[in-house]
């Protein structure tokens, strides 16, 4: 390829002294020996010799537009230029050529490094400007594009927002409503079981189908009004130092009898000394509650769950262990995730909301706890919950 | 508003304008050398190629301002013009002697009066005093300390310190109304200016107006948190702006004022804007334009808009730096109606909407 720059080699006083390389649109055949102003447009003369100045003075020249004569016909090009002792070595090419590139291959530019490395940086700092004009016209449609993407995103996500908020109150306004008429339902159960007519044996079957239907519903309405009242928010804690030891005692008891009645037997094995937390009796009896009726559910009969209390400084830990079917790794991380129910099935046939273990989870979170579970398959599942252990009451 | 056979003539001689735009900026430019031979040794060819550019820039301006009947476009533009060359210490001589050629080619090329008068009259004002681009972050503002230390901090490459600056004091209570309306745009305008007066450079105005984009979009959580009520507009702006920033606090405060609205920004074909009128039914349409060189685009969005069925009942508002320069411009190109400023155009629209 031809080069599309030509480069020269002057004196302080503007006179050629080398013609390194020739441009096919000029014509430097006869430039050696005479004032670089020779070669140019009369017109453009002025300008040259305010360039030749800027050389001699600063020891550089970037992108001035001049007008060259080839023939009769004007040129306009460009020049660029460096001095370094007493010589000036200028590149000079067609205006609208973006970067020219000089080529250092020659033995000339070995002997001239300094002039050479010189011009090449001042090259590129001059490509650099015009392409940044260019290229800062794009960057700016591409922000004013994202600006407007960026916009769209925040409506939507304010709007998504709006939709999760609406979702909760219906949620809580129609678990409250199916509430009362359940409980009319279970009462009404109740007054037909104790009526002094004799009932047939298949009606007392019926009767006590209706009855356990209707208490899985009013339980699935408690847990969706608890996980709308968590999900929003709207959870308040009424936290007091307990000893936990104590309050999971009491859940034992509470979930005995079901136990029992599956051949399950229910060991605890407390901490040595109290352990206290603070936190809300009612919210955490819960939580034992949910953690136990669970293990029962999944446990084979004639097994037992376990049940133990570790403190040391800073934190109270509580373990729930069964020896039941255990639950597959894939589904590990989903338990506590609402709604999700996990392949295994319980024992007796339990039906199971499905909302349980995310009740659990997000009560244990509110009190700066954290919860996890490890489980095998054919081995048993053990919940561990830990919590910020607090200060005996005075 | 149905065109007048007065604005469609005005609409043609633009169009003629336009169309031999290339070939009176090559007269106008040969008449200045015969004039004034020391151009070329003073600028050599390459001055010549930009002489070229500034003559077409002004024509375009010129054509622009012809097809809307304002001559007081062509004149701002030209006294911003004598501005920006002033604060860089190119002679004014240029200019005025640039346009004394210009009259001379159109009345020797073209039929009508309009052109040439206005450039007359730009003329007459480049020779008295140039008005003074005042500084916004002075008296009037309420935030004005606000504003400025903003400013300081967005000069000094702090887009951190702005940031936390402003959101400080929204949380304080500061409405975000006020952090638009009295602290990102005289901010803007200020940069505007001091661009003009050779005192900031390019990067540094990128760099500030990108940096109040990032940070308006900090605000959007709690902007879009506002109640609606249910009122829909659009808000674009015209293909090749690249000035959003005016289109966007103007969506914005509508959407604080209860709207929903649909920002499009400069890349939005009139089709799919179209589509968009028909699907969401606006009871507004807004449209923004900051340089008089995009009006014609205004012009052809409103005729579009008119000459669609489904959208042509739509009310339409412009409005943009090039508006405010002319009170009765917006309703010359077929508008509805124009607001100087965003806050205004959310109360004019909320008349607009509630008078029956
Ligand atoms: C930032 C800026 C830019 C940025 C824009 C980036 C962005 N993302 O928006 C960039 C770098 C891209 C830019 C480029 C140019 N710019 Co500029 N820019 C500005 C500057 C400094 C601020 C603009 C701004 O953000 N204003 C703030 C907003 C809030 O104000 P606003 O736009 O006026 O909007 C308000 C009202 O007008 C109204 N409004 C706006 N739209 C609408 C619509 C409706 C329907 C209604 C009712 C109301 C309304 O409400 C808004 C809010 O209150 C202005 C200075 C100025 N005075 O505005 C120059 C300015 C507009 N730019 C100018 C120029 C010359 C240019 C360039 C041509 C420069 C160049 N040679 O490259 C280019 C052109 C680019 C293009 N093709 O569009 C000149 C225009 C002068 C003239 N004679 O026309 C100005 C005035 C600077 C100056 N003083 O010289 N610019």
Sequence with gaps: MTPVNAILMCDLAGIVREVVREAPFLDLSRARGQPLVALLDPESTLKACAMLDALRTTGWAADWDLTAKVSDALVAIRVTGVTRDGRSMLIVTAPDHDGPDLDLESEFMDANREHANALRALLREGVGRRRDAASLEHLTRLNNEMAVVQRDLAKKNAELARINAQKDTILAFVAHDLRTPLGAVLGFTKLIHRDPNQLSARQVRFLDSISSMTKFMAEMVTDLLEISALESGKLVLDRKPLELGELIARAIVFNEMVARDKGISIAIERARGPAWVEGDASKLEQVMNNLLSNAIKYSHPGTGVMVMVESDAKHVCVEVRDRGQGIPPTELDHVFEAFRTTSVKATAGEKSTGLGLAIVKRIVEAHQGRIWVESEVGVGTSFRAQFPSCAAPT | ?356
């Design chain 2, 1 to 356: 508003m149905t065109p007048t056979f007065e604005s469609a003539r005005r609409v043609a001689l633009s169009r003629e304008l336009h169309a031999r735009a290339e070939k009176l900026a090559l007269a106008t430019v040969a008449l200045h050398y015969e004039r004034v031979p020391a151009l070329a040794v003073r600028y050599g060819l390459a001055g010549r190629e930009r002489c070229l550019e500034d003559a077409r820039y002004h024509l375009s301006y010129l054509q622009q301002a012809v097809a809307a009947d304002s001559r007081v476009l062509f004149t701002s533009y030209v006294q911003w013009g004598r501005s920006m060359l002033e604060s860089r210490g190119v002679p004014v001589f240029d200019l005025t002697m640039n346009l004394r050629c210009l009259i001379e080619v159109l009345e020797r090329e073209t039929a009508t009066q309009a052109a040439v008068s206005t450039v007359h009259e730009a003329l007459l004002a480049l020779a008295g005093p140039i008005p003074e681009t005042p500084t916004m972050l002075e008296d009037g503002n309420p935030h004005a300390p606000l504003a400025r230390e903003y400013l300081r901090l967005l000069l000094s490459w702090e887009r951190r310190g702005a940031s936390q600056l402003i959101l400080e004091a929204v949380a304080a209570g500061a409405p975000i109304r006020d952090m638009y309306m009295h602290v990102f745009q005289p901010t803007q305008y200020e940069l505007g200016r001091l661009w003009q007066l050779n005192e900031i450079s390019i990067a540094q105005e990128h760099y500030c107006t990108a940096a109040t984009q990032m940070i308006m979009s900090q605000l959007y959580p709690q902007l879009f948190a506002e109640p609606k009520f249910g009122r829909t507009m659009i808000v674009s702006c015209v293909s090749g702006e690249l000035h959003e920033l005016g289109a966007r606090m103007v969506a914005d405060l509508f959407e604080l004022d209860g709207w929903d609205t649909v920002y499009f920004g400069a890349n939005t074909p009139t089709s799919a804007l179209l589509t968009a009128i028909n699907q969401r039914q606006p009871v507004l349409l807004a449209i923004s334009a900051t340089l008089t060189v995009h009006l014609d685009r205004v012009r052809e969005l409103i005729n579009a808009v008119r000459a669609d069925s489904h959208a042509a009942s739509t009310t339409i508002m412009v409005g943009g730096n090039c508006f405010n320069r002319d009170p009765g411009l917006h309703l010359r190109l077929g508008a509805d109606a124009h607001s100087v400023d965003a806050s205004a155009a959310v109360a004019l629209a909320n008349m607009l909407v509630e008078a029956p």
